[in-house]
C-alpha cells in the first residue's frame, strides 16, 4: 500500500481564466443577471477542472437551469431586504429573523447540491447529513452560544464543522471529522483574548491623541477644524479593519487547516488522510495584495486574485493513501435541487473547504 | 477517420482507463475502443463533446454517465466542428480564448459601467425616490439626522426665542407661496462652516454659522428656499438611492456582498460629505428663484449670499474638478432664470 503524500496541483492560469472572467461577466450584465448562473457553473468548472489530484482532474457538472429558479427565489428575497434595510433597518428584521431559521436548510441544501455535482475521476460526491442535524449544528448551538454570551460558541463552531465535515461521501468512502472541541475553545478563545486587548488598546491611542487635540490652539481654521475629526476616524477605521482583518484571517487559516488535518476518508487499514500546510502570513499577504490590486485596477485584477488565492490553498493540500480511491465505487441516488447552493453563493457562506 | 488517445471514464469505477476514440467521418459515428474490451460504437448524434474551457481536457460523453477524456489539440477541434457544430455556449467558450473578443468585452463593460452610473442608475433612483411614500421619507430623514447629531453635528447656540422667530418669519412667507413640500426647520452647529442641509423628510438643517453670516433674515429664507428645492425633488432619497446601487453593483463584481450590508450605516453621512451634484443643485436654485419671486423676498437676496459666500469661501477647486457648480456660475444662472421667468429687477 502508497502511504507517500500526494500534493493537489492547479493547471489554471490568471490570464487565461481573464478572458472567461470577462466575457461571462459582461454576458451577466447584457442578460440583467440572467445569465449568473451558467458564469457560476462555468467557473466553478474551471477551478475544478484545473484542480489536479494524481493525475486526475476534479469537475463540476451542476445544471445552470436548476440554478436559476434558486437564483431567482434568493435574490427577490435579497433585494427586499436590502430595499428594506435601506429605507428602515426595522423593516429588514422579520427578513433577517425568517433568513436566520432558513439558514440551516439553505446549508444542508447548498452541502447536498454542491457534493452531488462535484465529481472526481467522473464520480460523484454526496453529502448525507440531515435536516434535522443540521438545525442542531447550525440553529441549536448557535443558540445556545448566546444564551451562554458566547462562551459557548467554539463549541458551536466544532458542531458545525463536525456535521459538514463529516457527511461527505466518495462513492462507498465517507468522511469522518476526528477533530476535538477543546482546540476550537483554546484557539477562539485566545483570538477574543486578542481582539479585546487590542481594541482596549486602540481605545486608549485615540482617547489620548483626541485628548490632546480638544486643549490645542483655541482658533482653528475653518477647514482645519473639519479636517481633525475625520482624520481621526479614518485612521480608528483602519486600526479597527486591520485588527478584524488580522483575527479573521489567522482563524481562517489555523481552521483550515486543522479541518484538513482531521479529516478521515475509509477510516480502517486503507484510511485516506489530507495534509493542509497553509501559512497566515503567506495567506494573509495574497489577501491583502489582492484586495488592493484589485481596487487599483478597477476590479481587473479580481480574476488573477481568485485563481492567486485558489492555488495556494489547493497546493498547499496533500493527500495520503489515496491510492485507495481506485477501489471507490459509484453509489445511485437521487440529485438534490439547486436552491441552496444560489443562496450560499449570494451570501457567500464559509464552509471551511 | 482520426483518431485520438483517451482515458476513459465509466462513471462506475474511480478509475481511468487507456483508450482510443476514432471519429469515422463518413459513418458519422465514433468507435470507443478501451483496452481489452469489444469497441463501444456511438452515432454522432448521440456524442456530446463539452465545449473547450481554458487548456483542460475535452470530454467527450458517450452516454449519460461515462466520458472520455481527449487532450485539446487543433486535430480534435477539426473534428469537433463536424461532429457537435452548433450551440451557443461554443460561440461563448470561443469568445473566453479570443483576444479580439476579450477586448471587445472589455470596451463594453466599461460603456456599460459608464452607462449605468451617469443614466441608468439615476433614473431608476428617481423613479424609486418619488414611488416611496412620505412615511418612508420621515423614517429616513430622522435617522439619517441621528446619525448626523451623533456624529458630524452639535446643538445649536442660538437663542430659542431667535430660533422660534425664524420659523414664524419662515411659515409666514411660505404661506405665500402654494405648493410647497412639507418641511421642519432644525438649528445646529457644524465645525464652523456656514452650511444648510435637507434631509429626505423634509427636516432642513440650518448652521449656526449659516445664520450669523448672513446680513438679513431675507438671505437665511432664500437658502431655506433652496434647501426646499431639494426637498421637493427628493434629492436626499435619490441620492441615497444612488449610492445603494453603486455600492451593490462594486460589491457584487468583488464578490463581498456580506461586506456591503455593513457598510450601510455610513451611507447618511455621505449625504452630507458628498454633497450633491451640479444637476441637483441647478435644480433646487431654479425652485429658490420661483420660491423668492412668489414669496416676495425676491432674488437678489440669493445672489448676494452666494456672492459674499465667494468672497469669504472660494471654491478650491474649479467646477469641472468638482461636481458641484462653482457658486459665481451658479450667480450667473440664478440671475437668467430670474430674467426668463419674466420677473422686474429685485
Known amino acids: ?36 448562473p451558467w458564469a457560476r457553473v462555468r467557473t466553478r468548472r474551471y477551478f475544478h477542472r484545473n484542480t489536479v489530484l494524481d493525475g ?96 459557548l460558541s467554539p463549541y458551536a463552531s466544532f458542531k458545525g464543522k463536525e456535521y459538514y465535515l463529516g457527511h461527505f461521501s466518495f462513492g462507498s468512502f465517507h468522511s469522518t471529522f476526528t ?20 481594541i482596549a488598546v486602540v481605545v486608549g491611542i485615540f482617547v489620548t491623541v483626541a485628548a490632546s487635540y480638544s486643549s490645542g490652539a483655541p482658533h482653528h481654521h475653518a477647514g482645519h477644524a473639519e479636517v481633525v475629526p475625520s482624520v481621526s476616524v479614518i485612521i480608528l477605521t483602519l486600526a479597527v479593519y486591520g485588527g478584524m482583518f488580522l483575527l479573521l ?58 485563481v492567486r488565492l485558489y492555488k495556494y490553498r489547493v497546493t498547499s493540500l496533500s493527500i495520503t493513501g489515496g491510492a485507495a480511491l481506485d477501489d471507490a465505487m459509484a453509489v445511485i441516488s437521487s440529485e438534490p435541487n439547486a436552491i441552496g447552493d444560489s443562496a450560499s453563493d449570494l451570501f457567500d457562506f464559509e464552509f471551511g473547504l | 477517420m482520426s483518431t485520438f488517445r483517451a482515458r476513459f471514464y465509466d462513471g462506475v469505477r474511480a478509475i481511468a482507463r487507456d483508450a482510443s476514440v476514432t471519429f469515422d467521418l463518413e459513418a458519422r459515428r465514433a468507435e470507443i475502443w478501451v483496452d481489452g474490451e469489444s469497441p463501444r460504437r456511438v452515432a454522432f448524434a448521440d456524442l456530446r463533446i463539452e465545449p473547450p474551457l481554458g487548456r483542460t481536457a475535452r470530454r467527450v460523453w458517450i452516454d449519460a454517465i461515462a466520458h ?10 477539426e473534428v469537433e466542428k463536424i461532429v457537435s457544430p452548433q450551440g451557443w455556449m461554443r460561440l461563448v467558450s470561443a469568445a473566453e480564448a ?4 476579450i477586448a471587445g468585452s472589455f470596451v463594453l463593460l466599461i460603456l456599460v459601467a459608464v452607462f449605468m452610473l451617469r443614466v441608468g442608475l439615476p433614473a431608476m433612483a428617481r423613479s424609486v425616490a418619488f414611488k416611496l411614500p412620505q412615511s418612508t421619507l420621515d423614517s429616513v430623514g430622522d435617522q439619517t439626522l441621528k446619525s448626523l447629531d451623533r456624529l458630524v453635528l452639535k446643538p ?61 433674515d431675507n438671505e437665511i429664507f432664500a437658502v431655506l428656499g433652496h434647501e426646499l428645492g431639494h426637498v421637493q425633488n427628493r434629492h436626499g432619497m435619490r441620492l441615497i438611492l444612488q449610492q445603494t446601487g453603486v455600492l451593490l453593483a462594486v460589491s457584487f463584481f468583488l464578490g463581498d456582498i456580506s461586506g456591503s450590508l455593513s457598510s450601510f450605516g455610513a451611507l447618511p453621512i ?28 425676491g432674488t437678489r437676496s440669493l445672489t448676494s449670499l452666494f456672492a459674499r459666500l465667494l468672497k469669504t469661501h472660494p471654491d478650491e477647486l474649479p467646477a469641472w474638478f468638482s461636481s458641484h457648480p462653482n457658486l459665481s456660475a451658479r450667480i450667473e444662472r440664478i440671475e437668467k432664470v430670474r430674467r426668463e421667468s419674466g420677473a422686474g429687477t429685485n
Not at chain 1, 500546510?277 to 481596487?295: A, D, H, R
Not at chain 2, 472520455?68 to 477541434?77: G, L, P
Not at chain 2, 413640500?181 to 457644524?190: G, Q, T, V
Open chain 2, 98 to 101: 479570443h483576444k479580439g473578443a
Open chain 2, 156 to 216: 445649536s447656540e442660538l437663542p430659542l426665542s431667535r430660533q422660534e422667530e425664524l420659523r414664524k418669519k419662515f411659515d409666514a412667507l411660505a404661506g405665500r407661496v402654494p405648493g410647497l413640500p412639507k418641511y421642519r426647520i432644525e438649528f445646529r452647529s457644524h465645525f464652523g462652516s456656514p452650511n444648510a442641509f435637507a434631509l429626505p423628510s423634509g427636516t432642513i438643517i440650518l448652521t449656526d454659522e449659516i445664520v450669523k453670516f448672513a446680513k438679513s
Open chain 1, 249 to 306: 484571517g489567522l482563524w481562517l487559516v489555523l481552521s483550515k487547516n486543522y479541518c484538513w488535518n482531521h479529516l478521515v476518508v475509509n477510516p480502517g487499514p486503507s484510511e485516506i488522510a489530507f495534509r493542509s500546510q497553509l501559512k497566515v502570513g503567506k495567506y494573509l499577504w495574497i489577501v491583502l495584495s489582492n484586495i488592493v490590486l484589485t481596487v487599483l485596477t478597477v476590479g481587473l485584477f479580481a480574476p488573477f486574485a481568485a
Open chain 1, 179 to 198: 477533530g476535538k472541541p477543546g482546540w476550537f475553545f483554546k484557539v477562539l478563545y485566545l483570538l477574543a483574548f486578542g481582539g479585546i486587548v487590542g
Open chain 1, 56 to 151: 486526475h482532474s476534479f469537475d463540476y457538472v451542476a445544471d445552470p437551469k436548476r440554478l436559476l429558479i434558486g437564483y431567482l427565489i434568493v435574490g427577490a428575497f435579497f433585494i427586499i431586504y436590502m430595499v428594506s434595510g435601506a429605507i428602515n433597518p426595522l423593516l429588514a428584521l422579520p427578513i433577517i429573523l425568517v433568513f436566520w431559521l432558513a439558514l440551516p436548510w439553505l446549508r444542508y441544501k447548498s452541502a447536498r447540491f454542491y457534493a452531488s455535482n462535484s465529481t472526481y475521476r467522473n464520480l460523484r460526491f454526496r453529502f448525507d447529513g440531515t435536516l434535522g442535524e443540521a438545525y442542531t449544528a447550525y440553529l441549536g448551538f448557535p443558540l445556545l452560544a448566546m444564551v451562554t454570551l458566547g462562551l
Open chain 1, 1 to 36: 500500500m502508497e502511504v507517500s503524500a500526494k500534493p493537489l496541483e492547479f493547471r489554471g492560469a490568471g490570464g487565461e481564466y481573464f478572458g472567461i472572467w470577462i466575457v461571462n461577466l459582461l454576458l451577466c450584465i447584457v442578460t440583467l443577471g440572467i445569465y449568473i
Open chain 2, 68 to 77: 472520455a477524456e481527449i487532450e485539446d489539440s487543433a486535430a480534435f477541434r
Open chain 2, 270 to 297: 455621505a449625504l452630507v460629505e458628498s454633497g450633491y451634484s451640479r444637476a441637483f443643485e441647478q435644480e433646487a436654485d431654479d425652485f429658490a428663484v420661483i420660491f423668492c419671486l412668489r414669496s416676495g423676498i
